[in-house]
């Protein structure tokens, strides 16, 4: 240490001073707040942290005390907490990263400050794109936040004070903790309503990511300034005349959009920055007295002002107040008309709304009591995230997948509709009357059958408009299926499917298991784990499990059976009995030929290899490169190690085989023959609708009595892309088996394909 003093020739006396006025300044910003013992509290904090952190510097080399001392800044200052804030974002670091122990904290500071400490401690892990890792730290983050939100604020503010230095940081770490940020900070605090910080962290963001881009648009940013300035007096001056006139108290800012958001407009709209003309939008902070109705009145006074002066956009006009969005965010928006023809944004509202605004979920504090409305959607919002904690199970993938619906909620705006009864439900936007469902209860979710919106049925997959009024109809016979997990939006109802799901499988699992052992005993064969894993192989599934689960399900069919007992027969015949076939030499297509025809004796064409009917004296196999089935126009080719392939004629390696090999080409028939069955796959595309896959999976399975191996479906905006693979028993099943598909609602296209049908599905 005191070499380190040394060599960068640090003044101590001076750092002293420094970390003196540092705390001094956060005594002053937090004074008006402080009670009692309040600033002995936040005292003993800030001489404990000093104890601990002593011997530590940052990468910058400033002393460490510096870091904590600042996010307590940015904590009162910023966010707006109070003395346990201050206290936990000055020990933030402590356990972390010294000696000292939760305990410790505890003892000192109480339960409330040890219980954050101990939840910023548990998520100081980094959060790694994409890993595990990264998921289960951020469900651990989550579940401190519905614990108490200080956790998330004091950590919001840790963020912003190391982007706010990541100048010292090396250039591989600058990308990691800015992607980092922009991944999962920027819309956290988004989310809680701490506006500026969201723009600020977005901001720092692409300074350290982007930064020739971000040099680039705040020198235009400033070359435009006296132009657009002068725009702003000229647009407002008329407004500000009015309200003076009205005897209203009101500050008018004409504030340009943030850096990134410009950014983000150019890269969306892919326009230079002269293009784009909404730099910046007009506000109008209205002096309030007192809260409620008399601010509401306030503020479409003002927006009567502005309609005197310039034409609105009726689409544009949007009312935050008598509705405020879910982060609590109150305001007045419409975009109007200049003189000079250009779209105006102008933003109504009050100062404790604008405060609101600014710093979020904290302010609300300040208001507590007063404005229920405002809190009461925070809360709901963090017990949604409860509830989606404690229904989601706690294997990894699950948390990744969690973290990637739960940053997509973060994103969506949100829709307001209403039960029966009139009380308010705000949904994620695109939600459904099934997610309004099992908004209410996870048992109206799973028995949802259709729903009423304004006395008119609906179906289930109905996307809900803003102020719907939605009743639910329910039938105790209804359950979730597969399909419904498409019709969510919700993470809520999204994880109440997947669990009802996966125990209803376990139902089909022990089903098919007794059903499989009732009918083998029949057979006359055991259940053995060797059986049941023969049957799993022969039945192409990945685990035991899935096997029975398809059994269970009516996806295979008892007959099915009967295959396996012969299969399973012959290889174990093929085992002792050597093929009766003599080697062969030199295998070309006449030596199979003479075979051939000493097989078929005198009969009419026979140098021709029946399938099916010659299958246990020579040994041939179906190419899987265009995987004929019984009834397509086929020939044999003779291998060299492989015995005879059979292709289709239509088979893409046919012309080469059929003119480098010709001598080893040999004609092949089918043999009718009832009992095979061959594996098929077809490519269905059409419109998607709700209930589709079951009437598809219907004719294949009941109607048609068709194996299924695999079926997987693909849907993007209202169409659907499906590949399905079956065992059929001949082209005519197949036909037959198409034109029914082809006459399905939705359906479009059903077409044959033959290639890698054996791979994954
Ligand atoms: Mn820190």
């Given at each position: 240490m005191e070499q380190l003093v040394e060599t960068l020739n640090i003044d101590l006396e001076q750092e002293r001073?420094?970390?003196?006025?540092?705390?001094?300044?956060?005594?002053?910003?937090?004074?008006?707040?402080?009670?009692?013992?309040?600033?002995?509290?936040?005292?003993?904090?800030?001489?404990?942290?000093?104890?601990?952190?002593?011997?530590?510097?940052r990468r910058s080399g400033e002393p460490y005390i510096y870091h904590p001392l600042a996010v307590a800044q940015i904590v009162v200052e910023e966010i707006g907490l109070g003395t346990t804030g201050i206290v936990s974002a000055l020990l933030h670091d402590v356990v972390e990263d010294t000696d000292m122990r939760i305990e410790d904290i505890d003892r000192l500071f109480g339960k409330k400050v040890a219980k954050i400490i101990d939840g910023l401690t548990k998520i100081s892990g980094r959060?790694?794109?994409?890993?595990?890792?990264?998921?289960?730290?951020?469900?651990?983050?989550?579940?401190?936040?519905?614990?108490?939100?200080?956790?998330?604020?004091?950590?919001?503010?840790?963020?912003?004070?190391?982007?706010?230095?990541?100048?010292?940081?090396?250039?591989?770490?600058?990308?990691?903790?800015?992607?980092?940020?922009?991944?999962?900070y920027a819309p956290l605090a988004h989310r809680l309503g701490l506006?500026?910080?969201?723009?600020?962290?977005?901001?720092?963001?692409?300074?350290?990511?982007?930064?020739?881009?971000?040099?680039?648009?705040?020198?235009?940013?400033?070359?435009?300034?006296?132009?657009?300035?002068?725009?702003?007096?000229?647009?407002?001056?008329?407004?500000?005349?009015?309200?003076?006139?009205?005897?209203?108290?009101?500050?008018?800012?004409?504030?340009?959009?943030?850096?990134?958001s410009i950014w983000n407009k150019m890269r969306k709209q892919n326009k230079p920055f002269e293009e784009i003309y909404d730099l910046f939008a007009i506000r109008i902070v209205l002096e309030s007295p007192q809260e409620g109705d008399r601010e509401k009145a306030l503020c479409w006074q003002a927006y009567s002002i502005v309609t005197d002066h310039y034409k609105p956009n009726p689409d544009r006009l949007k009312d935050f107040l008598s509705t405020p969005r879910a982060n609590g965010y109150q305001s007045l928006h419409?975009?109007?008309?200049?003189?000079?023809?250009?779209?105006?944004?102008?933003?109504?509202?009050?100062?404790?709304?604008?405060?609101?605004?600014?710093?979020?979920?904290?302010?609300?504090?300040?208001y507590k009591?007063?404005?229920?409305?405002?809190?009461?959607?925070?809360?709901?919002?963090?017990?949604?995230?409860?509830?989606?904690?404690?229904?989601?199970?706690?294997?990894?993938?699950?948390?990744?997948?969690?973290?990637?619906?739960f940053r997509t909620n973060l994103f969506n705006e949100e829709v307001f509709v209403f039960t029966p009864?009139?009380?308010?439900?705000?949904?994620?936007?695109?939600?459904?009357?099934?997610?309004?469902?099992?908004?209410?209860?996870?048992?109206v979710g799973v028995h949802c059958m259709a729903a009423k919106v304004g006395g008119i049925l609906v179906p289930i997959s109905y996307v809900l408009s803003n102020g719907d009024q939605i009743e639910i109809i329910t039938s105790n016979k209804q359950k979730p299926t597969e399909d419904w997990l498409r019709i969510v939006r919700t993470s809520k109802a999204r994880a109440r499917i997947k669990d009802f799901l996966k125990e209803d499988n376990k139902r089909y699992e022990t089903d098919g298991r007794q059903l499989v052992e009732k009918k083998l005993k029949v057979l006359g064969i055991e259940l053995t784990a060797e059986v049941v894993n023969q049957l799993r192989a022969f039945f192409e599934s990945k685990t035991a499990a899935d096997f029975f689960y398809k059994i269970g399900k009516g996806y295979v069919q008892f007959d099915e059976l009967k295959r396996f007992k012969r299969d399973k027969e012959a290889k174990e015949r093929k085992a002792v009995t050597a093929?009766?076939?003599?080697?062969?030499?030199?295998?070309?297509?006449?030596?199979?030929?003479?075979?051939?025809?000493?097989?078929?004796?005198?009969?009419?064409?026979?140098?021709?290899?029946?399938?099916?009917?010659?299958?246990?004296?020579?040994?041939?196999?179906?190419?899987?490169?265009?995987?004929?089935?019984?009834?397509?126009?086929?020939?044999?080719?003779?291998?060299?190690?492989?015995?005879?392939?059979?292709?289709?004629?239509?088979?893409?390696?046919?012309?080469?085989?059929?003119?480098?090999?010709?001598?080893?080409?040999?004609?092949?028939?089918?043999?009718?023959n009832k009992d095979e069955a061959f594996l098929a796959g077809l490519y269905i595309s059409g419109t998607d609708r709700v209930g589709l896959i079951n009437d598809v999976t219907r004719i294949i399975s009941n109607e048609l009595h068709i194996n299924m191996r695999g079926l997987t479906i693909d849907t993007k905006d209202g169409v659907f892309n499906g590949d399905i693979r079956l065992y059929v028993q001949d082209t005519r099943h197949l036909d037959i088996l198409i034109s029914k598909l082809e006459q399905v609602e939705g359906v479009y296209n059903v077409q044959r394909f033959d290639t890698n049908l054996t791979g994954s599905v």
């Open positions: 001073k420094d970390i003196l006025k540092k705390y001094r300044r956060l005594l002053r910003t937090a004074k008006p707040f402080l009670k009692d013992n309040d600033a002995k509290l936040i005292k003993k904090a800030f001489y404990t942290s000093v104890e601990a952190h002593k011997d530590m510097r959060f790694e794109y994409g890993t595990s890792q990264q998921a289960e730290n951020f469900r651990k983050m989550l579940l401190t936040l519905s614990d108490d939100v200080r956790v998330i604020l004091v950590k919001l503010a840790d963020r912003l004070h190391n982007m706010r230095t990541l100048d010292s940081m090396p250039r591989d770490k600058q990308l990691k903790i800015a992607s980092e940020t922009i991944f999962i506006y500026s910080i969201k723009s600020e962290l977005e901001e720092l963001y692409l300074k350290y990511t982007e930064p020739q881009e971000y040099r680039a648009i705040s020198r235009k940013l400033r070359e435009t300034k006296s132009s657009r300035d002068r725009f702003i007096s000229k647009f407002t001056e008329p407004i500000a005349e009015d309200l003076e006139k009205a005897g209203l108290n009101y500050i008018i800012k004409g504030r340009p959009k943030s850096i990134y419409s975009t109007v008309m200049s003189k000079s023809g250009q779209w105006v944004e102008v933003q109504i509202r009050t100062s404790r709304m604008d405060e609101i605004a600014e710093k979020g979920y904290a302010a609300h504090w300040k009591g007063n404005d229920t409305k405002v809190r009461g959607n925070i809360e709901q919002w963090i017990s949604q995230v409860r509830e989606t904690l404690e229904t989601g199970s706690g294997d990894k993938t699950a948390a990744i997948e969690f973290l990637d619906e009864k009139g009380e308010l439900k705000v949904l994620q936007s695109g939600a459904t009357a099934l997610d309004f469902a099992f908004d209410i209860h996870s048992e093929a009766v076939i003599p080697p062969i030499e030199g295998a070309d297509g006449k030596t199979y030929t003479k075979l051939l025809k000493n097989i078929h004796g005198d009969r009419a064409d026979s140098d021709t290899l029946l399938i099916g009917d010659d299958m246990d004296k020579i040994d041939y196999k179906l190419a899987p490169c265009c995987n004929p089935i019984a009834g397509d126009d086929v020939f044999g080719f003779v291998t060299i190690n492989e015995g005879i392939k059979i292709h289709r004629t239509t088979c893409p390696n046919a012309a080469e085989l059929m003119s480098k090999h010709g001598n080893r080409i040999i004609k092949a028939k089918w043999e009718s």
